[in-house]
């Protein structure tokens, strides 16, 4: 490996802010919305992550690259942010595990990477003055096309995105002898949250984002799953309708991130877009039951409405955000029915939230015995 090509490249944000670097390889041009993730380890998965489509990922952590890559760390079949900014980029590894570097998992998509970009500067202007559209190029020649390219970028608000991830037929994971059958709703699933459930036993049949209760329910299911995925949540009437379905047939339902937001939705509490979202790898919950802290992964660039949780009579709050006290938990109060906005699958180090699978099994056993 030798030294990486580096063109001069900048970002150009959709207030008119310009931040300067360089592009890493072949360069290009690529848009979004600008937003980033205080992880220190975990890159991989972030930029696999379907909830990250159509978002330029802006690093935090000062070397990207380092650790190499390894195939089973990877959330989706491919890269799904739009683009890469960060500080250093590293096409030299040193991890034993790794099977591959960075560079070559990137390029093969033909990722825009920028690096060489104060960093630091950036995620201070973006947490100030809130995630927006952005273009980032190495392609500079003219301005005005870029400026002009920006401009037509969709807003975050509004955009559904699912359907960009999900997949097109249903599928399987898991044993198939397994006890328990769960229905699961792709928004944008991460693998890993396959891997939880087929761990504790589960049987899973994942369904194409648009599904409807009656299509779901063919496979006989003991439980339902609602997924993560990106973009705005309530553009997807569907999914809204057929968690509604769901919840009133009273079957065992657990949602995580977008699915969280969907089982709100479908409960009458409204979404809204959040001034830069929560993404990283130590965000504080409160358990409410518990009244321990616990350390969490996150992902999220909308919410639920609190006012609006609290005084709906049939859901309780049952985590929160100790930093700005959004929402961060529900669960219904006479259906079989509860959801995080945070990612239990994602251990960040301490696995605080992996509980939670647990939860839904007992919930489906429970269900099971009761219905006997």
């Known amino acids: 490996m030798g030294y990486l090509e580096k063109k001069e490249a900048i970002i150009l944000l959709e207030d008119g802010t310009i931040f300067h670097g360089k592009a890493v390889g072949t360069g290009g041009t690529a848009t979004g919305e600008i937003c980033f993730n205080t992880g220190t380890t975990g890159y991989q998965e972030i930029f696999t992550d379907p909830s990250y489509y159509g978002q330029l990922m802006v690093t935090t952590n000062a070397h990207i690259g380092n650790y190499g890559v390894v195939s089973t760390d990877e959330e989706s079949d491919s890269v799904k942010i739009a683009g890469l900014v960060c500080k250093n980029f590293s096409e030299i590894f040193s991890r034993v595990s790794a099977d591959g570097d960075l560079l070559t998992l990137l ?139 769901i919840i009133d047939a009273g079957f065992p339902l657990f949602g995580i991130c977008l699915g969280h937001q969907i089982i709100a939705l479908a409960n009458g509490i409204s979404t809204f877009k959040m001034h830069n979202g929560h993404r990283g790898i130590n965000h504080p919950i409160m358990n409410v039951a518990t009244g321990k802290g616990e350390i969490t992964s996150q992902n999220h660039g909308f919410a639920i409405n609190r006012e609006e949780t609290e005084q709906n009579a049939h859901i309780k709050i049952t985590h929160y955000h100790l930093n700005d006290n959004t929402v961060a938990g529900i669960k219904h109060l006479t259906k079989p029915c509860f959801s995080v906005q945070y990612h239990p699958e994602a251990g960040p180090g301490p696995n605080d939230a992996t509980y939670l699978f647990d939860q839904f099994i007992n919930l489906i056993q429970t269900n099971k015995k009761v219905s006997a």
């Open 107 to 245: 390029e093969k998509q033909k990722l825009v990477i920028l690096s060489d970009v104060d960093t630091r500067a950036l995620v201070s202007y973006i947490r100030d003055h809130g995630a927006q559209n952005a273009i980032i190029s190495s392609e500079l020649e003219d301005m005005e096309k870029l400026k002009l390219q920006l401009s037509r970028v969709p807003s975050m608000k509004g955009l559904e995105l699912a359907s960009k991830v999900s997949c097109k037929e249903p599928y399987y994971f898991g044993d198939q002898n397994s006890s328990i059958k769960v229905a699961a709703l792709d928004l944008g699933i991460k693998k890993n949250i396959l891997r939880n459930l087929a761990d504790r036993g589960v049987y899973i049949k994942v369904f194409p984002y648009n599904s409807s209760f009656e299509e779901m329910k063919t496979f006989e299911p003991d439980g339902y799953f609602l997924s993560n995925g990106p973009g705005d949540p309530a553009p997807l009437t569907t999914a809204i309708q057929t968690a509604k379905d």
